[in-house]
């Protein structure tokens, strides 16, 4: 059994990069894998906005990761510098700006130490 985590770096609505990283996930973990983690960076983090709202009859990507996560018992990190400069504060975040909370609840804001954490943590860090 391996430990992963996944860091993902892409936007949800330029590449299919989210998408393959939630198959792999979904992969991984039925070949008895563990999951430490799936880390969003850059423009990743787009997928942690509260307020998507997709096309009809579309799931947002956020309710996604988050039913994987909660199905699976991960964490899902969006780094907390791209996720501010997008305008996706939490809500500690929110209020030491005076701004809206628009971070998705299934989501937490780390810095680039739990990135470094999870290095030493998990057998692999895998990149989408």
């Known amino acids: 059994m391996s430990r992963f985590t996944l860091m993902v770096t892409q936007s949800p609505f330029d590449t299919l990069a989210h998408q393959h990283a939630m ?13 430490q983690r799936v880390f969003f960076y850059t423009d990743a ?16 990507i956020s309710q996604q990761w988050a039913e994987l996560a909660k199905n699976h018992g991960f964490p899902l990190q969006a780094c907390i510098a791209n996720a501010l400069r997008r305008g996706l504060p939490d ?19 780390a810095g680039l ?9 998990s057998d692999r860090i895998i990149e989408f």
Request: proline share 5%; charged share 15%; net charge negative.
């Open 23 to 35: 198959d792999f996930l979904r992969a991984a973990v039925a070949n008895g894998h563990q999951i």
């Open 91 to 109: 809500a500690t975040e929110a209020k030491r700006y005076d701004l809206s909370n628009s971070l998705h609840p299934a989501f937490e804001q």
């Open 113 to 121: 130490g739990e990135m470094a954490t999870a290095v030493s943590d």
């Open 45 to 60: 983090v787009l997928c942690a906005n509260a307020n998507l709202t997709p096309i009809q009859g579309q799931t947002p």
